[in-house]
């Protein structure tokens, strides 16, 4: 063995023993030795002896002195994990100095549980607050909306349950139906002021000869104790919805025609969940931000540049209203690859009974990912990671499944889970007990290992592996049941195989597959949720009846899974790969 091969091994012990707190895995040595150099599979027995005596040395240094010696032979294995470590920052607010305290609010719409497409910004907003030691209010954005946007009593506290898992706090908490009465006091004042004014056009004809001519319609100078009087009957009742809106003089010769006189106060006859009938004149969105963001003290107003024409609607208020303007902060709009998210849909499906609910894979809800075993720490780091930038994003899931499979994997314990089973027998097995001893994790030894029993009787086993393996089996090809022994394929229908050896090593020397199998008696069903909503059902070696509910596993060459549910039969949901 050479003296290059030495500092080979010793390199990556070192970097093994490094990244796990001094003690560095054989096997995980050996992979990352055999990936580099795949010529060395003729001779894996003399290597895996040379690495186990470099590793028991590497071992018996102290943690220090292995980074040392790292740093002397393979300075830039140190410096990757240094990177792979190293945590983004997001830049800081603007003009923090102007304030006293920093404020800023999140508005969910209660017409669902928050998914995947609103974390960008919960997290944000809670980051900077907890950065500057700030203040951030709760504020149900629960106005009446469109048709198609209803507001669900559930809702609300939904939101909360998934706020609480990603870590947010809130100091305060408000409703926007609660404030319904200060939207009026401030309409009425911008009538007053004249500039605004009640507006009894069509819709449809106000856009078309209004709107995208730049033309005033005949409301729009009309005298104040008209403006007043029809104010007074939109909400006494007289008008129906749609016929009155309360429009703000914005201009009608504004370059963007979807700001020219924009709404501010419409009619809705719709019954509210919380305050019922009580109101039927309702502010739109870009209205009540202007009057809660001045009245609640908000000083940074973080959203999606898409949301720019809220920007000039809100400072078009303040500026009328007298009232200071505060901090537009935005970044750009993020799409997420492959995903459909829309709340009314998922609701459409769950009340049809497609969907398992809220926390089915398919909704991307929070109450979803948090089922999956998605980590609320790996959500975070991933959006932060995305930072502020002014550039749209096509966001893969599969990067989020990057940082999560980082931070379960050390944790998870592996198990044998065959997915749609078929039958393999082996025969010609010398009799007697054989047992696999694989470990519950291959870079923690110390975490022991799972038995996986087997009884050859009459020359005979009998193991379930996957329909997947079994359709690239070839007669006469060798394969190896992972942790047991190696066979030689005889048929195929049914699957038949005859014994040929015991160990890992012979199987390396011709080549075999590896595959993994549990046995036909004392095994465990096993049902998947996938991210697709379907189910797949399986078995799992005997040591899954111990697992238990909740707890994040790795099923070998499957996937992590969170078992739901641990009886009475195991139902787990897939993770990621």
């Not at 929070?366 to 780091?381: H, V």
């Not at 025969?427 to 047992?435: A, I, N, Q, S, W």
């Not at 190696?486 to 199987?507: G, Q, R």
């Amino acid at each position: 063995m050479s003296k290059n091969l030495e500092q080979i091994i010793l390199k990556y012990a070192l970097a093994n023993a490094v990244k796990f707190g001094g003690k560095a895995n054989q096997k995980a040595v050996m992979g990352k030795i055999i990936a580099e150099n795949p010529d060395l599979k003729s001779q894996i027995k003399e290597v895996g002896k040379l690495a186990s005596q470099i590793i028991e040395d590497v071992n018996k240094y102290t943690l220090d002195q292995q980074k040392k010696k790292l740093l002397e032979i393979a300075p830039e294995l140190l410096e990757e994990e240094k990177r792979v470590e190293e945590v983004k920052e997001l830049p800081p607010l603007p003009n923090v100095e102007r304030y006293k305290q920093v404020v800023m609010r999140l508005a969910p719409y209660p017409s669902g549980p928050l998914h995947i497409g609103n974390t960008r910004m919960v997290i944000l907003n809670d980051e900077y607050v907890k950065r500057y030691g700030g203040k951030l209010i709760l504020v149900f954005d629960d106005t009446i909306g469109s048709e198609e946007k209803r507001i669900e009593p559930e809702a609300y506290e939904l939101i909360r349950e998934g706020l609480e898992w990603l870590g947010v706090k809130w100091h305060q908490e408000l409703y926007k139906s609660d404030r319904i009465p200060e939207f009026y006091k401030y309409c009425e004042q911008l009538i007053l002021k004249n500039e605004a004014y009640v507006c009894l056009c069509e819709a449809q004809e106000w856009r078309d000869k209004y709107k995208v001519t730049g033309k005033a319609c005949p409301h729009r100078n009309q005298a104040l104790e008209v403006n007043l009087d029809y104010w007074k009957k939109m909400l006494e009742g007289d008008y129906s919805e749609g016929e009155a809106v309360v429009r703000l003089k914005t201009g009608m010769d504004y370059p963007d025609p979807a700001v020219r006189d924009h709404i501010i106060m419409r009619i809705s006859e719709r019954e509210h969940p919380r305050v019922g009938l009580k109101y039927r004149v309702w502010p739109l969105l870009e209205f009540s931000w202007a009057v809660d963001d001045h009245l609640l003290g908000i000083t940074h107003i973080l959203r999606g540049k898409d949301l720019i024409k809220e920007d000039i609607i809100e400072q078009y208020v303040w500026r009328k209203m007298g009232w200071p303007t505060v901090e537009f902060v935005h970044y750009g709009i993020i799409t997420f690859k492959g995903l459909k998210l829309s709340k009314s849909k998922a609701r459409k499906l769950i009340e049809n009974g497609v969907y398992l609910g809220w926390s089915d894979p398919r909704t991307w809800s929070l109450q979803s990912l948090r089922r999956r075993g998605i980590r609320p720490e790996a959500i975070r780091r991933a959006m932060i990671d995305l930072g502020l930038s002014m550039i749209d994003i096509e966001y893969s899931p599969e990067i989020l499944y990057a940082v999560n499979r980082k931070m379960v994997d050390s944790s998870a314990n592996r198990y044998f889970f065959v997915e749609s089973p078929t039958e393999l027998t082996v025969k010609k097995v010398p009799d007697g007990e054989l047992e696999a001893k694989p470990l519950l994790h291959p870079d923690f030894p110390e975490k022991g290992t799972r038995k996986i029993p087997v009884s050859a009787k009459n020359g005979v086993i009998k193991v379930l592996v996957s329909e997947q393996d079994r359709a690239l089996m070839k007669v006469n090809s060798i394969i190896r049941l992972k942790d047991l022994i190696n066979v030689v394929i005889k048929k195929l229908d049914p699957l038949e195989c005859e014994f040929h050896s015991y160990t890992i090593e012979e199987a390396r020397e011709v080549n075999a597959r590896i595959i993994h199998w549990v046995p036909v008696e004392k095994n465990i069903p096993i049902a998947v949720v996938k991210p697709d909503g379907s189910i797949v059902k399986g078995f799992g070696e005997p040591m899954c009846q111990q697992l238990k509910e909740d707890q994040l596993v790795q099923f070998e060459r499957y996937g992590f899974c969170r078992i739901d549910r641990a009886t009475p039969q195991i139902v787990a949901f897939f993770a990621h790969n």
